[in-house]
Nanobody, 122 residues
């Protein structure tokens, strides 16, 4: 059974840091590109960061570039999102995602976690 379980969300003051974790049970973890997405109140879900299968290539949306860092440990079937210098506009439900595809366009192939709430107070 394919499953992604996020943890690490919470309430933090602006300027603070949080680290999200996502434990995956998706067969062979290293077969999957992993990513983080988020949905802010009243907005559509948006892409945050992605990492390739080996962990050597990462990509970020402009609003978090330089503040967030995505990484993975294939031996632990876990992907992380380290968030620094958090801003109130980072407040959202953060979702872990996995895809066996090389890109995220094939939405039917995406496996989603249940989400974890991150709230940044000003």
């Amino acid at each position: 059974q394919v499953q992604l379980v996020e943890s690490g969300g919470g309430l933090v003051q602006a300027g603070g840091s949080l680290r999200l974790s996502c434990l995956a049970s998706v067969g062979t973890f290293s077969d999957y590109r992993m990513g983080w997405f988020r949905r802010a109140p009243g907005k559509e879900r948006e892409f945050v960061a992605t990492i390739n299968r080996s962990g050597g290539i990462t990509y970020y949306t402009n609003s978090v570039s330089g503040r967030f860092n995505i990484s993975r440990d294939n031996a632990k079937n876990t992907v992380y999102l380290q968030m620094f210098s958090l801003k109130p506009e980072d407040t959202a439900v953060y979702y872990c995602a996995a895809t066996p595809r090389a890109v995220w366009n094939y939405t039917a192939s995406i496996i989603w976690g249940q989400g974890t709430q991150v709230t940044v107070s000003s």
